[in-house]
């Protein structure tokens, strides 16, 4: 089956199996490996990208529900002036350890803070609570959130640098 | 000195942070195809027929015929068998692979392989255990412990007991391995190359200079990446040797927790003999660890739990006894603490609990008993360096505002039961008594490039832990370069001097120290033209005097030690648990960087309050019952406490500048002061970890 969908501002279009998981056709078709596979069941956040805006686990997500959909990665995501903020902020707090989990984490983030610019502590776990970390206990993780926050806003409220 | 401490931004993180950094799944190697493990359905069996479906054109099917070698894998025995032959011991034993370039078809492949087993009666109790099934048994005594039994007051006699755990590195368990010109490479997720590289020699029976093992990016291992991949790579190995094509073995999360190892769960007995002063004077201690199907490093592992099961208490007449014991389980192996966890869950409520029966307050009666300089330790070894747990329960209490807290114990705070406990721990740093010079002899090599550039070469992996920052700020300082002149890439065996394999806690301090005199010697030959290689190997402190056979003398070069207190808020009607407060300090020699080691006890500390409450796994019949992120529950965002840390300055000689093993102690320490928090909320015995709300909800109905 043909699908055309847009990714990190691209226009695909492919022929495959509709029943694939997203996360397959990101990883082994198009080797976006930011995207990772830490479980499969939508359980840990590694493989979490934008489906129209939307945070979605891409292992749950079929890639022939997607077509005419836009999905962007942290791949796509990577290259915008809010990521350097967000790296910049993770960086400096210490929230990276292993790093496999942390990709999600950016994502997660980005997708907490354009909902709620300037999120409370609370909120921050609230919107990062789909997201699984072994090694760092979060704390430093929401403290990189938090340091994100302040500068997007300080930034301005579309967040420029 | 003063500056190893403060924080540096990692190097590693901006890679991982953009997805950039390639983790064992990511890599593709040309022509590479892919492999899926065939397993045993049966917890103990004879495999009488194995019919395979037809094996597809370009796709091989290995076994353990295809094991140029021995059938075995090597840790500390090689009774692990590669691939299972005639039998299999436990759900999910390793019998074959199916390897291919479609992984579709290999699933669909292994989904019609069928297997004619015969069963045989497999053992899954640690109760009346024959002694066919015990791998490992030690004993020792210190003192006259029967003579002062028969002189107590009274004896108080508990048995505890912990569960599984489940590592849950966020990165699933993977190795590629590939056979050119004659040599096999594997690459993957490892704490130790050379244990992987030592177990391709062993099963191949070919000469070193035919293997390469290089570590790549690795998500997470707390042990779980300790002895286990060197199974992995045994799998990949033989398929690419037998195919010759570069072959790829990366579990999925399913295959992850049912088939690698996790912590042993524990049974542990105390009795103890009390004197007229209402003072210790003798313990009997007995640990027995289910270690699965095959025995792995359970001996080791026993060991520590050995070591610490007196706790950080000055016991004159103790006996200690333990043994691993065969069960038709998945194996259980490294983790985080080693034994080490349940052992402190142990002591830390039996003290409790003989303080409740004397009606003393458990934090008092335990400070009677502390280990200090000089004192004699359970294996009658000396205590070298000072000890400032004194200061660091003062510290905890005024942190904690613990005796005023202590009043609320019971009552409803914000219609919660509330309830406040403490803990007391150590960690013995390092490989076992002589373990670092008899076993792992460790050296390590610095390079100066000719364009000045410093390698370090270790075999020690950064696995998120830090050294990677850490050993670099060891020898900027050293060697006195700036840090940006450092380089440390993942180690390659072809590359890299054995250090030794990263745990124990033993990497920033041996490891660390042995980086740091190499730094030294490489400022003072600064003046030296061209190329420089400066080596340091290991040298024993001459302090320590250890008899491994008899268990007698210095255990561990030094300890490092940890006072936890925790805070708990339990749902009067549900039982569930909220952890909402812990409080640690701990003396880890020098912290070598502030973020690092906050990042070490935090992620330690959820570890442990995960253990201690919500990480429910068991075994029914030999299959593990949680095998997956919704079934097996490790703390989210929202489950754990706020932490608030603590660190007092206890220089360690022979530790890089100062620094003792930092990365095990906070999983020690946290699940005994959740435990102790619950059972004073509640006001009946907590014996077991987990602790879950339905047996709460049962032993309070059964209190009342």
């Known amino acids: 089956m043909t699908i055309k969908f847009s990714l990190n501002g691209k226009e695909i279009s492919i022929d495959t199996d509709p029943g694939r998981r997203l996360l397959d056709v990101l990883r082994d078709d198009f080797h976006l490996t930011g995207v990772k596979e830490g479980c499969g069941e939508g359980e840990c956040g590694a493989c979490s990208v934008f489906l ?34 967000l790296s910049q902020a993770f960086h400096e707090a210490g929230a990276v350890q292993c790093g496999f989990c942390t990709p999600g984490f950016v994502m997660a983030a980005e997708a907490l803070l354009r909902e709620n610019p300037d999120p409370d502590e609370k909120e921050i776990r609230r919107g990062i609570s789909g997201n699984l970390c072994r090694c760092t206990g979060y704390a430093m993780i929401v403290e990189g959130i938090q340091k994100a926050a302040a500068v997007l806003n300080r930034e301005g409220d579309n967040g420029r640098i | 000195m003063n500056t190893i401490q403060k924080n540096v931004l990692r190097e590693d993180a901006p890679d991982k942070i953009s997805g950039s950094s390639r983790y064992i799944q990511d890599i593709a190697l040309e022509n590479m195809i892919y492999a899926k493990t065939i397993r045993s359905s049966q917890a103990k069996a004879k ?36 691939f299972a032959e005639d039998s299999v011991n436990y759900i999910g034993e390793p019998i074959a692979l199916i390897a291919g370039p479609d992984r579709e078809v290999l699933r669909d492949f292994v989904s019609k392989v069928k297997i004619t087993y015969s069963p045989q009666e497999p053992v899954f109790s640690l109760d009346k255990v024959s002694d066919d099934r015990i791998f490992n048994q030690y004993s020792f005594t210190k003192g006259d412990p029967a003579e002062a039994f028969t002189k107590a007051k009274s004896i108080i006699e508990y048995t505890y007991r912990t569960g599984y755990q489940e590592h849950m590195y966020l990165e699933p368990q993977g190795m590629i391995a590939e056979y050119t010109d004659n040599r096999i490479t594997v690459y993957g997720s490892m704490q130790c190359p050379y244990y992987v590289k030592t177990a391709l020699q062993h099963a191949f029976a070919w000469p070193e200079d035919r293997f390469r093992v290089v570590q790549t990016t690795t998500g997470g291992a707390f042990g779980g990446k300790e002895e286990f991949p060197s199974i992995i790579a045994l799998h990949a190995a033989v398929a690419a040797y037998k195919t010759g094509k570069p072959v790829s073995l990366v579990y999925n999360r399913r295959e992850d927790v049912e088939d690698t190892t996790k912590r042993h769960p524990s049974i542990i007995t105390y009795k103890t003999g009390i004197d007229e002063n209402n003072r210790i004077a003798a313990m009997d201690i007995h640990v027995t660890l289910d270690a699965g199907a095959y025995e792995g490093l359970s001996g080791v592992v026993l060991q520590r739990a050995l070591f610490a099961a007196a706790g950080t208490y000055e016991i004159t007449n103790l006996r200690i006894s333990g043994k691993s014991v065969q069960t038709n389980t998945v194996p259980t192996g490294a983790f985080r603490g080693f034994g080490a966890p349940q052992a402190f869950f142990g002591i830390e409520m039996h003290m409790q609990h003989c303080a409740k029966a004397l009606g003393e307050e458990p934090l008092d009666f335990k400070r009677k008993h502390l280990l200090t300089k000089g004192s004699s330790t359970a294996t ?83 696995m998120g832990q830090g050294p990677q920052t850490t050993l670099k700020k060891v020898v900027s300082q050293a060697a006195q370069v700036p840090l940006t002149r450092i380089v440390f890439n993942n180690p390659d065996t072809d590359k890299v001097p054995d250090s030794g394999p990263t745990v124990a806690s033993r990497t920033a301090m041996v490891v660390g120290y042995l980086l740091q005199c190499a730094g030294e010697e490489l400022f003072s030959r600064r003046e030296e033209k061209g190329e420089l290689i400066i080596e340091k190997q290991y040298v024993q402190p001459d302090f320590i005097v250890w008899d491994q056979d008899t268990f007698k003398g210095d255990a561990y070069p030094t300890y490092s030690w940890g006072v936890n207190v925790a805070e708990v808020g339990i749902d009067p009607v549900t039982m569930e648990i909220s952890v909402d407060k812990i409080y640690g300090i701990y003396d880890i020699g020098k912290a070598l960087d502030k973020d690092i080691v906050r990042g070490q006890m935090e992620g330690g500390i959820a570890q442990g309050v995960g253990w201690a409450t919500i990480e429910v796994m068991e075994q029914q019949k030999g299959a593990i019952a949680q095998s997956s992120m919704t079934d097996y529950i490790i703390p989210t965002v929202q489950d754990l406490p706020e932490i608030i840390l603590d660190f007092i300055d206890n220089p360690y000689e022979f530790g890089a500048y100062g620094a003792k093993g930092a990365g095990e102690i906070p999983l020690v320490g946290a699940p005994p002061a959740v435990a102790s928090a619950v059972e004073n909320a509640l006001g009946f015995r907590i014996h077991k970890i987990p602790i879950k709300p339905e047996e709460l909800l049962e032993a309070q109905q059964n209190d009342d």
């Open chain 1, 52 to 85: 129209n805006g939307k945070l979605v686990p891409s292992c749950l997500v079929l890639v022939g529900s997607i077509s005419g959909g836009k999905i962007q990665t942290i791949e796509g995501f990577r290259n915008t002036e809010r990521y350097a903020v």
């Open chain 2, 47 to 82: 495999i009488e027929k194995i019919e395979l479906p037809e094996v597809p054109p370009g796709y091989s099917y290995i076994d353990f015929h295809d094991v140029p070698g021995v059938n075995g894998v090597s840790m500390i025995n090689d009774r692990y068998p590669v």
């Open chain 2, 380 to 462: 009658e070894g000396k205590i070298h360096h000072p000890v400032v747990m004194p200061e660091m329960i003062e510290g905890v209490k005024i942190l904690s505002d613990y005796e005023r807290k202590k009043k609320n114990c019971g009552k409803r705070v914000d219609g919660q039961i509330y309830g406040i406990g403490c803990s007391l721990f150590f960690h013995g740093c390092g490989f076992t008594g002589s373990g670092e010079r008899d076993k792992i002899k460790a050296k390590v090599r610095l390079r100066r490039r000719e364009d000045h550039q410093i390698e370090i070469l270790i075999a020690n992996v950064e």
